[in-house]
């Protein structure tokens, strides 16, 4: 039987949160069609090195990684590699609710924006429109400037 193929290479990974190394040398396959489990105590580093697969980092400013993830060859920590493309193939699912670094609007408007073009119009209906389903429109309306990790934990969700 054909062992499968590599998707994701991991190679020397590093990730460093300022100063402070939080990886260092990670190396891995990951192939494809195959489940795999990254195990270990709270703070080793686990969900980090997921979110280096997606650089999530790039949102934060003094966050950084050193290394190669290459998935199907290409390295998806070059920065030629445009992160809102790469978010769109590798998705990420928190155990808790996790709201981008920017305002209210701008963590509902995310998605829309990655869709393509949309005009400020349609991009403030569909806003309001998306909140209202959540039943939090009366709650943030006046608020949608302010940062999205200004909502409690169950507006987050």
């Given amino acids: 039987m054909n062992k499968p ?3 994701i290479a991991v190679r020397g990974l590093s990730f460093y949160y300022g100063d402070h190394r939080a ?3 990670n190396t891995l ?4 069609g195959q489940v795999t489990a990254f195990i270990g105590p709270s703070g080793c580093g ?3 090195h997921l979110r280096c697969y997606n650089r999530m980092f790039d949102l934060y400013p003094g966050h ?3 290394g190669e993830v290459l998935m199907d060859g290409v390295n998806l920590l070059d ?3 445009p992160a809102l493309t790469l978010r769109q193939r590798v998705g ?3 155990q808790k609710p996790t709201p981008f670094p920017m305002s209210i609007a701008d963590n509902v408007a995310y998605g829309l924006r990655l869709q393509g073009r949309i005009s400020r119009t349609e991009l403030a209906d569909r806003i309001e429109a998306a909140l209202r389903a959540a039943a ?3 709650e943030v309306a006046d608020k949608l400037t302010e940062p999205g990790t200004a909502l409690s934990g169950g507006q987050q969700q």
Avoid: C, G, Q
Wanted: proline share 4%; net charge negative.
């Fill in 5 to 7: 193929a590599v998707k």
């Fill in 23 to 25: 990886l260092e040398d």
């Fill in 29 to 32: 396959d990951i192939l494809a």
């Fill in 46 to 48: 686990k969900s980090t």
């Fill in 64 to 66: 950084r990684a050193e």
């Fill in 79 to 81: 920065p030629a590699v």
């Fill in 92 to 94: 990420m699912i928190f």
């Fill in 136 to 138: 939090l429109w009366d």
